[in-house]
């Protein structure tokens, strides 16, 4: 059974910084897609980022420069590194595994001063 963990969310003023964390478990992230999603209040949920088996990144272009996908193979871990982040970015994110089709519970990110 897959199952995905999210954590690290919380307030931030804008510009500030997160990290967030994806503990898998039931799936070997380092030869898995792994992936981040999030989903603002009203709208619909959005592709943020991902990353391949082979280590090769993909981000939304809302995000690219700023956000940072990562694995840490032997915690089975994906982490989401977010810089400079915006009011905009307030979402719901979730941990996505693309080959399972499974997500977490979400982790709630505020961006407000």
């Known amino acids: 059974q897959v199952q995905l963990v999210e954590s690290g969310g919380g307030l931030v003023q804008p510009g500030g910084s997160l990290r967030l964390s994806c503990a898998a478990s039931?799936?070997?992230?380092?030869?898995?897609?792994m992936g981040w999603d999030r989903q603002a209040p009203g709208k619909q949920r959005e592709f943020v980022a991902s990353?391949?088996?082979?280590?090769?990144?993909y981000y939304a272009g809302s995000v690219k420069g700023r956000f940072t996908i990562s694995r840490d193979n032997a915690k089975n871990t994906v982490y989401l590194q977010m810089n400079s982040l915006k009011p905009e970015d307030t979402a719901v994110y979730y941990c996505?595994?693309?080959?399972?089709?499974?997500w977490g519970q979400g982790t709630q990110v505020t961006v407000s001063s």
């Open positions: 990353i391949r088996s082979a280590g090769d990144t």
């Open positions: 996505r595994s693309y080959s399972t089709m499974s």
């Open positions: 039931g799936i070997t992230a380092s030869i898995n897609t």
